[in-house]
């Protein structure tokens, strides 16, 4: 049985264009793929293949932030691809901002709320885990890393509106333009559909939460995409034509038919389901399509293979979803007593990036997603020693 709780420790990530290879025992083994493209420093651009990405939050100008999103070579750990978006203070980035009266909920809370506990110590709250907040974090990008999806509160009013920030620091509210009589606009939970087209959010209308989405082009009208009420939970997207779902720890299977998920409800247990044609919120009723879950999957080695959080987060094992029930599941790390967060699975299922947290240190690993690998510490050296122990590591490509 799940408790809703506070986590202590807490994108839907877009379809990945290709597959990179597997070295034993989780050494980084993507080959060249499309080559560099950072000759004499990083680049504008994220190539489509072979490239670790993470995002980090920092101090910005006139009491806003910086978040940072890098590209690197996942064998060499060259710096190849960069981008950087200033937010400014009015937008929702903390969890301090996003519990005021009224309550208002944002992706960019996970990834800059600071807790002594490290990245994703504080998650965007009610019912995610940690590498849902992971995905979340994700979806507030397009795909190739031009603009980021806000929410932008009004201290004096108590609206919340939607919108974006380009790498520019140029903040576009695209609520603002409904300039009619009406209720004070209450949207939130914005992401960002994966061509950069449309920001995708929840908002409260007639008493009741609904999804819309508004577009990022001349005309930011309210589009509502959902048939009726949903529930107050986090949004992921999924399929093409893209549509949302509403549920908690949502990550599709690489074949885009089925997810693992949970919503509040009798069990409150994550399973899997099958993704609907259209947008939709995971209820009681909705049927599972597989025997097995997992409670806060780190995402799925393949079509039929969840990497699920074993022993209290200590440890990792991948589960058949569609196998006999209760089989035992074998951990991937040896025997620890570290806390151990799952972020990015490689293209091919083979290899996992890793937080792994004792005390105050703060370490990144790689390792073979099969029982009794060893993991390799990825060293913040060289390059790589610019990110800190602060960065969330949101796709691997």
């Not at 009491?63 to 200033?86: I, R």
């Not at 201290?155 to 009619?180: F, M, Q």
Request: charged share 20%; net charge negative.
């Amino acid at each position: 049985m799940r408790v809703l709780a506070v986590l202590s420790a807490s994108l839907l990530v877009g379809a990945l264009a290709a597959c990179g290879s597997s070295d034993d025992d989780g050494a980084p083994g993507a080959d060249a793929g499309s080559g560099s493209t950072a000759a004499d420093g990083p680049g504008a651009g994220f190539r489509d293949r072979n490239l670790l990405v993470t995002a980090v939050c920092s101090a910005g100008a006139n009491g806003g932030w910086l978040v940072s999103v890098d590209g690197w070579d996942p064998k060499t750990w060259k710096h190849e691809s960069t981008a950087e978006f200033p937010v400014p203070a009015g937008v929702l980035a903390t969890e301090q901002q996003a519990d005021a009266s009224p309550k208002v909920r944002s992706g960019l809370v996970a990834l800059c709320t600071s807790d002594p506990g490290g990245p994703l110590s504080r998650s965007t709250r009610d019912g995610e885990d940690r590498a849902a907040s992971v995905r979340l974090v994700r979806s507030l990008f397009d795909r190739n890393f031009t603009k980021m999806a806000v929410v932008i509160r009004d201290g004096n009013s108590g609206a919340s509106h939607v919108g974006y920030v380009d790498r520019s620091g140029k903040l576009t509210d695209l609520t603002a333009t409904d300039t009619g009589f009406g209720s004070t606009p209450r949207e939130q939970r914005a992401v960002l559909s994966p061509d950069g087209a449309d920001v995708w959010f929840s908002y409260r209308a007639d008493g009741t939460w609904k999804v819309g989405s508004r577009s990022t082009g001349a005309d930011h009208q309210l589009t509502q995409r959902s048939t009726g009420e949903v529930p107050d939970l986090p949004l992921f997207l999924a399929g093409d034509p893209v549509h949302a779902l509403v549920a908690y720890n949502v990550v599709v299977s690489p074949d885009g038919r089925r997810y693992s998920g949970w919503a509040p409800a009798d069990n409150n247990e994550d399973d899997v389901f099958a993704v609907p044609s259209g947008t939709a919120a995971l209820t009681d009723a909705t049927p599972k399509v597989a025997d097995n879950g997992c409670a806060g999957a780190v995402g799925w080695l393949d079509d039929n293979t969840l990497l699920c959080p074993v022993g209290l987060d200590g440890n990792l094992a991948a589960v058949a979803v569609d196998g006999p029930k209760n089989t035992a599941r074998q951990p991937i790390l040896p025997d620890n007593n570290r806390s151990n967060i799952g972020m990015v699975i490689s293209p091919d299922g083979g290899q996992v990036v890793f937080l792994s947290a004792a005390g105050t240190e703060r370490e990144y690993w790689i390792t073979a997603t099969r029982p009794g690998a060893t993991p390799n510490k990825v060293a913040r050296t060289g390059e790589f020693s610019v990110v800190g122990d602060a960065a969330v590591f949101v796709e691997w490509r």
